[in-house]
Nanobody, 126 residues
Framework: QLQLEESGGDLVQPEGSLRLSCKLS????????IGWFRQAPGMEREGISC?????????SYSDSVKGRFTISRDNIKSTVYLQMNNLKPEDTAIYYC??????????????????WGQGTQVTVSS
């Protein structure tokens, strides 16, 4: 059974940085498209970034994080990273990674994914 585990969430001051990790086990990361999502209290889940599993390794970002967050994957370590810089209080949320083999392209739509991690809390506050 494929499993995902996020880590790296923490309390950080505004303008600070964090790197989240998403470790995939029970499967092969290279053949899975991966998405990062977040959900703040009282808000809908938001797709913020993704990386495709095709040879181009396409990446995509939501407007809310573009220029500040960077997604990368290490297929040997079976881990996807989300480097988050210049964090803002509105980035406070639970962050989730998700995986799918249903498609190879990059997607920030939650219904495209069928495996989810438990989430890691990111709090941006002074």
């Amino acid at each position: 059974q494929l499993q995902l585990e996020e880590s790296g969430g923490d309390l950080v001051q505004p303008e600070g940085s964090l790197r989240l990790s998403c470790k995939l086990s029970g499967g092969t990361l290279a053949i899975h498209a991966i998405g990062w999502f977040r959900q703040a209290p009282g808000m809908e889940r938001e797709g913020i970034s993704c990386t495709s599993s095709d040879s181009r390794e396409t990446t995509s970002y939501s407007d809310s994080v573009k220029g500040r967050f960077t997604i990368s994957r290490d297929n040997i370590k079976s881990t996807v990273y989300l480097q988050m810089n210049n964090l803002k209080p509105e980035d406070t949320a639970i962050y989730y990674c998700a995986a799918t083999r249903r498609l190879a392209r990059c997607s920030k739509r939650s219904y495209d994914y069928n495996y989810w991690g438990q989430g890691t809390q990111v709090t941006v506050s002074s």
